[in-house]
């Protein structure tokens, strides 16, 4: 892609690491010390007692796993169940279901409707919850393995409610991410990942886009001006790579290609050293021929 000229970049701003796919796992705590073995037994020195091992099931709450019950069966109500249905299902005496419900109902988990329990909005919260994770965890999946497969770090963006928004990052060791020394939000003029989005908005989103963040120069490629961008994205052909060589940070080249993702503007990116610039389209190229099987798995990046 043809560079613009401009004045010098503006000094950095200090590194801030890309956004990864998967929060880091958090470090165990280290182990206890065991305690020194006690001392034998001997003439004048009485054995210490033995503290008897509680069975396991002394430990347990018993009223948590009676509404636990209570939970799992409302679930498979889904036009829900009067409170006599549920006690009777879960073995439960009718005076402690109906003690269980109140409480559920009262701290959300349940809701109570002519009579009937459904589940409540904190039980559907918890849900989602998981359901969240694993939707993330297949858009990492799906990126680590063109990460592998391309031997670069890949990215994963959408363009909502007004916003740039990267999803997920997939770097290694060995090919590390583009440094955030820019937020990418406000800098979408100058990175790929930014300029694929907004070429697949129409001319008022555009514009209105650049109202909030209007073009600046970051390094002496960047686009010069809003009206230079704008001719630029009309010019963008439909649906093909967008390349950008140093326009966000000086030694980096990077391509990103469109994707249809319901009516969400979306792209998946690559980026690379400049002295290996010449891998650049051939891989942009390949991302775009085999990511149709995967458009499944970041389809569920809309609602993470």
Not at 80 to 93: F, W
Not at 150 to 164: D, F, H, S
Request: aromatic share 4%; net charge neutral.
């Amino acid at each position: 892609m043809a560079t613009v000229d401009t004045a010098p970049a503006e000094p950095h701003a200090p590194p801030v690491p890309p956004r990864p796919c998967v929060p880091q796992v958090q470090r165990p705590r280290a182990a206890a010390v065991p305690g020194q073995p006690r001392p034998a037994a001997g003439p004048g020195r009485a054995r210490p007692p033995e503290v008897p091992e509680q069975p396991q099931a002394a430990t347990l709450i018993g009223s948590v796993q009676r509404a636990m019950r209570l939970l799992e069966t409302v679930a498979v109500h889904e036009y829900g169940a009067p409170a006599k249905q549920l006690a009777r299902e879960t073995g439960l005496a009718l005076p402690t279901a109906y003690h269980l419900l109140r409480t559920l109902v009262h701290e959300g988990y349940l809701r109570r409707d002519k009579g009937l329990f459904f589940l409540g909005d904190a039980a559907e919260r918890l849900s989602s919850s998981g359901a969240q994770q694993k939707r993330r965890g297949t858009v990492a999946d799906t990126l680590a393995y063109w990460r592998d497969s391309l031997g670069a770090p890949v990215y994963y963006a959408l363009y909502r409610a007004g916003e740039i928004e990267v999803v997920c990052v997939s770097e290694s060791r060995e090919t590390p991410a583009v440094e955030e020394w820019a937020d990418f939000r406000e800098t979408g003029h100058a990175h790929a990942i930014g300029q694929c989005l907004l070429s697949q908005l129409d001319e008022e989103a555009r514009r209105d886009h650049l109202s909030r963040y209007p073009v600046r120069s970051l390094t002496p490629y960047s686009v010069r001006d809003d009206n230079a961008l704008l001719r630029r994205l009309a010019r963008t052909p439909r649906m093909e790579p967008v390349v950008e060589r140093q326009e966000y940070a000086l030694g980096t080249v990077c391509a990103a290609i469109p994707i249809t993702v319901g009516t969400t503007a979306a792209a998946m990116a690559i980026s690379l050293p400049v002295h290996q610039s010449e891998q650049l389209l051939p891989a942009a190229l390949r991302l775009q021929a085999g990511i149709g099987r995967h458009l499944g798995a970041l389809s569920l990046s809309i609602s993470i």
